[in-house]
């Protein structure tokens, strides 16, 4: 029998099969703090696993800033599935009141974790396409019987029973330009651009001391970063940030819910108020001209008002956005505006909420019209600004409960985040005493998806 444009599809057979498709594994993306910690809920429900990272260890993405030191101490790093598994292999977790540095968070958590899943974890394994067996986009009939079909880089192919998406975002930052489109220019300009969290007091120091650098981004990555600049005598810095004040990304000082993010906010004002940065509000990055060794950066509001800086170097503090790419075979619901489930966006909306009025939610408000798929952690949140790493942890185990068939145990989120003005900055006092200048960004209670160029999550 032929169809109107030749021959009739014959629909695979899976439905016999689904013993079969039972046994795969299920595969998590990604080897960061939600990624393990997926895999750490999928060991104590007896789940088969496999986690796919593209980089060559655990954390790989943690390593590109571990430098910086995270916000908040150890006990709230931690998913607690994770320290349980890691207690029992004789692990003895840190001071849960020290503030780690990326570095610390893979050598004193995620290495460890990583290291009880064996060859459960694949290194060097950048998922490229994942897709139904069989399945394109289109076709229905059979469907969620049909095994999950994940393509790598190096043309490999695997079979999953569902697949667990926290590749996160930090490999698609934004782009400079304010209207979401590459400033004009930016492309050629891009040998003088770096992105978010340099090492600038270290290995990236040679980049910046005796330069002019530009810092664009209104969130926790550029404070970070303008308060490494600062300690260097000879530098000249500039802030250009999209929004008429800096206030959200000042925070809330010495009254914040963790002290070391309030110390960033407050020192950060310091050097602004005594001209030691010089702060250019309202400026909406349109192009990015080529003068030599340097860049002259144009601002353009849309007013249509114009002026412009000259720059040595350029700190695309920015933010980030998910790519969806892989996914582009299975039937997604994202919100037409942050890339996030529809279900999901109004709970995160930035224009509604920080980070620390996110309701609770979990595999409800995670799923998509493709079954057994959930992208979690910072990507699960799309555009916004809002994510927790307290948060994933707690998507994660919804998650692996509903792929476990514990519904009660999925609809049962749980939710504690730290609101601004609840204790003092004593804790990053001592730590600074101990350790250095205790400010930094993505762990614990603080944002994974930091602030684009119109504000912080937290800030």
């Known amino acids: 029998m032929s169809g109107c444009c030749g021959p009739a599809a014959v629909e695979p057979e899976f439905g016999r099969q689904s013993e079969q498709i039972g046994s795969l594994p299920i595969a998590v993306i990604g080897a960061g703090p939600i990624g393990l910690a997926a895999a750490a809920h999928l060991t104590e429900r007896g789940l088969g696993f496999v986690v796919l990272e593209a980089g060559e260890r655990a954390g790989a993405s943690v ?4 430098h910086v030191r995270l916000f908040s101490p150890w006990k709230y790093d931690i998913d607690p599935a994770a320290r349980r598994l890691l207690e029992a292999a004789g692990w003895s977790a840190p001071d849960p009141e020290w503030l780690p540095t990326g570095a610390e968070l893979i050598d004193g958590y995620l290495a460890p974790l990583a290291g009880l899943f064996g060859d459960r974890i694949r290194t060097g394994a950048k998922v490229t396409a994942i897709s139904r067996l069989g399945y394109d986009r289109v076709r229905t009939a059979g469907r969620e019987q049909a095994p999950f079909l994940i393509r790598l880089a190096d043309g490999s192919e695997l079979h999953a029973r569902a697949v667990i998406d926290a590749s996160g975002t930090y490999a698609t930052p934004n782009v400079l330009g304010a209207s979401g489109l590459p400033a004009r220019g930016e492309a050629d300009a891009e040998d003088l651009i770096d992105p978010a969290l340099p090492d600038v007091l270290g290995a990236d120091r040679h980049r910046y001391e005796g330069r002019h650098v530009l810092v664009i981004g209104a969130g926790h990555s550029a404070a970070t970063t303008l308060l490494g600049l600062a300690e260097l005598e000879d530098t000249a810095i500039t802030w250009a940030i999209r929004a008429g004040d800096p206030a959200r990304t000042y925070g809330g000082g ?50 249509g008002h114009e002026r412009s800086v000259p720059a040595d170097r350029i700190v695309a503090a920015t933010g980030y956005r998910p790519d969806h790419t892989i996914a582009a075979e299975l039937r997604l619901d994202l919100d037409p505006v942050l890339g996030s489930t529809r279900a999901l966006a109004p709970l995160i909306d930035p224009n509604r909420h920080s980070c620390g009025t996110v309701p609770p939610h979990g595999a409800g408000e995670l799923a998509h019209p493709e079954p057994g798929y959930y992208a979690i952690g910072v990507k699960s949140y799309g555009r916004a600004p809002t994510f927790l790493l307290a948060t994933g942890y707690e998507q994660a185990r919804s998650v692996v409960a509903a792929l476990a068939g514990d519904w009660e145990a999925a609809r049962n989120v749980q939710l504690d985040l730290p609101a601004t003005g609840v204790c003092s900055s004593s804790l990053a006092e001592a730590q600074e005493q101990r350790a250095g200048l205790a400010a930094g960004i993505r762990g614990g209670l603080l944002p994974l998806a930091d602030a684009s160029a119109g504000g912080g999550c937290c800030g």
């Open 254 to 303: 010495d009254a914040d819910a963790l002290p070391a993010r309030g110390a960033l906010g407050t020192r950060l004002h310091a050097h602004v108020e005594s001209g030691r940065i010089r702060l250019l509000t309202g400026f909406f990055t349109h192009a990015i001209e080529r003068e030599g060794t340097q860049a002259r950066v144009i601002s353009r509001a849309p007013s």
């Open 63 to 66: 390593a590109q800033w571990g």
